[in-house]
């Protein structure tokens, strides 16, 4: 009995120690576990700078044109070098921008004054001048319809780019020739504000002239070196068209060819309210026609109404051509004309001279 009870009492005892320790233990924290010294992250390697890319020259687009002649001309870039071949070419190079292109020009291509002050390759009359044209070293040389076809030939043989431009019948013709030649140069805005502002004072003579019913007979005379036969211009030509839009006729549409010489007899049938002297400047004079013989029968003559008339405005198929066209319409209705407000350039350049009459 009493060996029970102290084995009782020992395992009681052994209990209580075991419980006092599980105690302890559960009541003390756990020490938490040293932290490794903190460290800034490495900084990372810089990469090296990126080279900005330079882009590619562009590689000009080809200029590729059809010329009057049916010959597809291609250039790899505007021309730097150009020789003018017809003054109607350099007037209209000029009058687009491209003036400082030309480096030469025909002997007869003398405006605007800038033209005049280039050295002149001659005149392709009666010879082309292709020495002379050569030695300017062109990259391109554009010629007109008085440039005849072996003579293109002959620069193209000589490995000349030659570009042949038609003359125009109308304005819209003068329009795409522009056109033709600022694509050709580089200069096409250029040439765009100048066709409008061309349009613009063509558009001014057609509404002024709009409510005009009478029509005067008009005798444009181009050389008189036979008097009693002179040159004139036939129909479907520029000189005759733009006649038309003056509101006038031209006695040389009974013509059958575009130039042609016209008689005496033919002239005073048809009786011309109007004679225009475009070879004034070779010393023809209202005067001096007055004294042809016949002539004094005609309405034209009897009634004061010969006019010099400066060539170069209708003969010249450049820019200037709407110049002429103002001029036509002032001579043949100088009363729509001077009793209305006009637009500054026809004020400044026709009326007072023709208006004063």
Known sequence: M???VSFLMLLAAAAAVLLAA??????TPTAAPTAAPTQAPPSPTPLPPTATPIPPTPTPTPIVLKDGLGNTITLKAPPKRIVSLAPSITESLFAIGAGAQVVARDDNSKYPPEAAKLPSV???WNKLPLEAILAQ????VIVAAITPKDQVKQMQDA???VFWQANPKDFNGLYQNLRDLAKLTGHEKEAEKLIAQLQERVKTVEDSLKDVKEEPLVFYELDATDPANPWTTGPNTFISNTIKMAKG?????????PW???STEELVKQNPDIILLADAPYGVTPESVAKRPGWDAIKAVKEGKVYPFDPKLLSVPGPRLVDGLETLAVMLHPDVFCAKGLTKHLEQNLVGAVCKR
């Open 122 to 124: 001659g005149s392709t």
């Open 2 to 4: 009493y060996r029970k």
């Open 260 to 262: 042609a010489q016209i």
């Open 159 to 161: 490995g000349l780019t």
């Open 22 to 27: 599980c105690g302890q233990a559960a009541s």
């Open 137 to 140: 070293k062109p990259d391109l």
């Open 249 to 257: 006729r031209n006695v040389g549409d009974v013509l059958k060819k």
